[in-house]
């Protein structure tokens, strides 16, 4: 089998995870996954993996250069990994298999998400990727026009969600009126 990215190396079978075999590219470094190893992996896995909080801080190669699937030959499609890991992942709709550049595969076991590759192409999980990338981006726009204030802004947010009486303190914080002394 040919790698997707160099196109001239074969991929040779390495233990990419215990009792999981993938098609490793020496030259790249590249992972393929084969649907049915995989598939027959997670059965004997039996149970999710709990995710890690903290974002694996590896050398990640997210290469965006089209790819043709190594097994089936149709076209990989990029897919947003997300969970704190900013790359994508190729994956072919056609047999399933799925294409890790060099690093990506060892992020995703690092976060263990490695147990829900293929959630990752699914509706709901690029979705939430897409929520997740729409929440950061309105927090960047509230401390570029905050500035300074920002932190403090933070801070008393996460103050008031636990509050009973949010709503009267939020009235009282609307008021235009000065305080009394």
Same mark, same amino acid.
């Given at each position: ?7 001239? +190396? ?35 896995? $039996? ?66 998400? +490695?147990?829900?590759?293929?959630? #990752? ?8 990727? $897409? ?6 981006? #309105? ?43």
């Amino acid at each position: 089998m040919q790698c997707p990215l160099c196109k001239k +190396h074969t991929m040779a079978l390495v233990e990419v995870a215990q009792d999981l075999t993938g098609s490793v590219c020496s030259a790249c470094s590249g992972v393929w996954l084969d649907r049915a190893r995989y598939d027959a992996w997670r059965v004997r896995l $039996r149970g999710d993996l709990p995710e890690t909080a903290t974002p694996a801080q590896l050398d990640v190669s997210d290469n965006h250069k089209a790819k043709l699937c190594p097994q089936c030959g149709h076209m990989l499609l990029p897919y947003r990994v997300g969970h704190g890991l900013s790359f994508s992942i190729d994956y072919c709709g056609a047999c399933g298999g799925v294409w890790c550049d060099r690093g990506e595969w060892d992020a995703i076991k690092a976060k263990n998400l +490695h147990d829900n590759l293929h959630d #990752i192409v699914s509706q709901n999980w690029q979705a939430a990727v $897409r929520q997740s990338d729409v929440q950061a981006s #309105i927090e960047q726009s509230y401390a570029r026009h905050l500035g300074p204030n920002y932190a403090k802004a933070r801070e008393l947010k996460s103050w008031l969600h636990g509050q009973s009486q949010k709503a009267l303190i939020l009235a009282y914080l609307a008021d235009p009126k000065p305080a009394a002394p």
